[in-house]
């Protein structure tokens, strides 16, 4: 049987990393709930560090960010939207990928 995997798109700007951890933390448990296997989109080892980033050229920091969550997009079968997304550039962005290349869009209640 093939598993099902999602990805995770949540509003980040202005939020502590408390505030970020515990919303990824209840879309995690919802989606392995429904039986979905969890693909990462924090990226927080070295690689993607802004100092690493500059250092390697990036000069648009976001935007680097947002081309890895698409990246891992391909990999998935689903995408959910934690609440806020509609008011992020890149959440609204990977909406509409996931709309476009006909992910199972899933929000939070």
Not at 8 to 34: F, N, V, W
Request: some cysteine; hydrophobic content about 40%; aromatic content about 10%.
């Amino acid at each position: 049987m093939l598993t099902k995997r999602a990805m995770i798109s949540q509003p980040m700007a202005g939020k502590t990393d408390e505030e970020i951890a515990g919303a990824r933390d209840r879309a995690h448990a919802k989606l392995r709930e429904m039986g979905y296997e969890f693909v990462n989109t924090l990226f927080t080892d070295e690689w993607y560090s802004d100092e690493a980033m500059e250092e390697r050229g990036v000069v648009q920091i976001p935007l680097c960010y947002l081309a890895k969550s698409l990246e891992n997009m391909s990999l998935c079968h689903a995408a959910y939207f934690c609440k806020g997304w509609e008011n992020a550039r890149g959440c609204r962005i990977e909406h509409d990928a996931a709309v476009a290349y006909g992910l199972e869009v899933l929000y939070e209640d």
